[in-house]
């Protein structure tokens, strides 16, 4: 289970939107409370022009259950639906994916592994064992049409200044996510 959120992280909206909600849709669960102030971090401001982006502030109240509503409103001919998650949340993102067969076209995570290899300093190897260690549940979703992958890892360097998991604001992962959507 995930720590306690800290205060100043959980005041704000639980959830931050931009884009078209009508057309294809992010959902972001961000475990950092990012966006506090109602607008989205600017790194993902351009993929919101392309998608609506639903920003699920987790140390804010009711984040998840927002993204859970989304999911569960998803019809079979609607736009499609990514999930974006990091480390302290990918396996409630898989969960969550996992009650809504199909509505999800894509689970894209980042370093969902993270407190593994602190330890490790492996990040790219602990993210494989922790696909590894989900491989029922991800073949799973995959059957109902839902790919799962890792878009992005840290890399412990002397320039990666942020303890894992990588901020999911930070330009690298909105670059793997919009790689994996096919974004522009």
């Given at each position: 289970m995930p720590a306690e959120?800290?205060?100043?992280?959980?005041?704000g909206p639980?959830?931050?939107t931009a884009g078209d909600p009508s057309g294809p849709k992010v959902i972001v669960l961000d475990p950092a409370g990012a966006a506090?102030?109602?607008e989205l971090p600017a790194t993902w401001r351009p993929l919101a022009e392309e998608r609506a982006v639903f920003w699920c502030?987790?140390?804010a109240g009711g984040a998840l259950t927002e993204a859970d509503d989304l999911l569960g409103d998803?019809?079979?001919h609607d736009p499609?639906?990514?999930v974006v998650a990091s480390g302290p949340f990918a396996a409630e993102a898989l969960q969550l994916v996992e009650r809504h067969p199909g509505a999800a076209t894509h689970l894209l995570l980042v370093d969902p592994a993270s407190d593994a290899f602190l330890?490790?300093?492996?990040?790219l190897q602990a993210n494989d064992a922790w696909l590894a260690e989900h491989d029922d549940v991800v073949a799973k979703l995959l059957e109902t049409g839902t790919e799962v992958r890792v878009v992005a890892s840290s890399a412990v360097s002397p320039e990666d200044r942020v303890p894992p998991p990588l901020p999911l604001g930070h330009p690298d992962v909105v670059s793997a996510v919009r790689r994996a959507l096919g974004a522009h």
């Open positions: 959120p800290a205060p100043v992280r959980s005041e639980a959830v931050v506090k102030h109602d502030r987790m140390p998803a019809g079979p499609e639906i990514a330890a490790s300093d492996d990040a």
